[in-house]
């Protein structure tokens, strides 16, 4: 990823105007900071600070799937019909966007993609040497939601890090997910969740499991309720709290009810999508059996909409360091030739040690720069004026905090360097 960016080149601009339909947090500030633009309801673009923090996210998904065995593919959006009648989820599934095509067709645009992730594994794998595998794609997914809602929590179209394993036996299944639910733990620690505000919930597992896993992260605008044990940070989602009314860990019956954002779900199929597809394997004794598979998803766009709303003040968003568009968020105040010098001279320096910086080198009054640097959120904000050279210094406040100090100019690039590769 490039490490710079010059303000006066970003095309995009800040408006203090809230958009009239921002119903959250992460509506409000990733529209007016210019990270996001909405299309129409439940479609948005990425403007170039929103896909720098979607593709930092992307990639740290990406990292925890390889480490864990995950081949990365992409699959296509479009997929026939026929796939969709063998499953029944061309009628079952009531949020799948279904299109006339050519030829009397009609295609399925992916809502979830068992149904071609199936027959296309199923190509390449015919025996027990070549199992257990799994695959994972990043990628648009569109689903006809009734409501599309609160930003990008709730889209039409919005990205997914979707994975799907095949083992040979439940027991090899039960293995891998063991090893998922730890790639998923590190995926929301690494992007800046709080481990206490991410709970592992309990949720109804269909016909063919007691239970599925949600990933929910705990703020008032989530959509789903569940019941937290906090010794445990484990919950129980409401749909199945009538089976399940004490912590399924440790047994504690004081639950707190919470709104919880669902960021990731992971799911036994079993044979759900192998007996359809009659996908089988040859077995070590020459005996056919049935693959069992498991699926494994991340809303990824719908984890950067979380991010928002867990960390924001009332002047804007405030990134965790890994998923920042960029570390330091250097400000000139501009009228002073010095000044106007040793900015430049800084951006150059921390260019050289390899830290992200977004350099605000517009012709601005100073209070409007303060305000975007608030707004868009960056962990580091440094600033040099006339005034802070007077003492040789530049000006350094952490986001959250409502006051900066000084720093002598000497020891800036030093200072940041440490605090860039602090945990
Ligand atoms: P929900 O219960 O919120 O409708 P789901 O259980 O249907 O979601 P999955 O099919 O398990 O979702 O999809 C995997 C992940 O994709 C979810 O955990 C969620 O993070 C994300 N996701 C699902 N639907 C949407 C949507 N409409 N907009 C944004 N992200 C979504
Ligand atoms: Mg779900």
């Known amino acids: 990823m490039i490490k710079l960016m010059r303000y006066s080149q970003l095309y995009t601009k800040t408006t203090k105007n809230v958009p009239a339909d921002a119903d959250s947090a992460n509506a409000r500030y990733l529209e007016q900071g210019g990270f996001i633009h909405r299309e129409m309801a439940g479609v948005y673009s990425y403007l170039p600070l929103g896909l720098r923090v979607l593709r930092k996210i992307d990639n740290i998904i990406r990292e925890e799937m390889n480490a864990i065995g995950g081949q990365e593919i992409l699959m296509p959006a479009l997929s026939p019909k026929e796939n969709w009648m063998k499953t029944g989820r061309w009628d079952g599934l009531d949020v799948l966007f279904k299109l006339p095509a050519a030829g009397g067709k009609e295609y399925a645009l992916g809502a979830t993609h068992e149904e071609v992730v199936t027959p296309l594994v199923q190509d390449h794998v015919f025996s027990y040497k070549d199992l257990p595998m799994s695959v994972y794609q990043i990628q648009t997914k569109f689903r006809n939601e009734l409501r599309a809602k609160s930003g990008i929590l709730r889209g039409r179209e919005f990205g997914m890090k979707d994975l799907y394993s095949f083992d040979k036996t439940e027991e090899e299944l039960d293995e891998f997910y063991e090893k998922a639910k730890v790639a998923y733990t590190n995926v929301f620690k690494r992007v ?29 605008v989530g959509e789903d309720l569940i019941y937290t044990c906090d010794k445990c940070v484990v919950a129980v989602n409401k749909e199945i709290i009538e089976d399940q009314d004490s912590c399924p860990e440790c047994g504690n019956k004081n639950l707190t009810e919470k709104n919880g954002i669902e960021v990731g779900n992971i799911f036994k199929l079993k044979t759900k999508y192998s007996e359809p597809f009659g996908f089988k394997f040859t077995d070590e004794d020459g005996t056919t059996k049935p693959v069992i598979m498991g699926c494994y998803g991340i809303g990824n766009t719908r984890l950067m909409g979380s991010l928002v709303e867990v960390f924001h003040d009332e002047r804007g968003i405030i990134w965790p360091k890994n998923v920042s568009p960029y570390f330091v968020h250097l400000i000139v105040v501009k009228g002073d030739e010095n000044a106007e010098k040793e900015a430049e001279k800084l951006y150059k320096d921390l260019e050289k040690e390899g830290i992200e910086v977004f350099f605000d080198d517009r012709d601005e009054r100073p209070g409007a720069k303060f305000a975007d640097a608030d707004l868009m959120g960056m962990p580091l904000r440094l600033v040099v004026s006339k005034r802070t050279l007077e003492s040789d210094s530049v000006e ?28």
């Open 396 to 423: 350094w406040k952490l986001r959250p905090e409502a006051e900066g100090e000084n720093v002598p100019l000497k020891d800036v690039v030093k200072k940041v360097k440490a605090l860039y590769k602090e945990d």
């Open 192 to 220: 800046g969740f709080k481990p206490e505000d991410t709970y592992l919930t309990f949720a109804s597992g269909g016909t063919f499991s007691k239970y599925s896993h949600e990933y929910q992260i705990a703020a008032g």
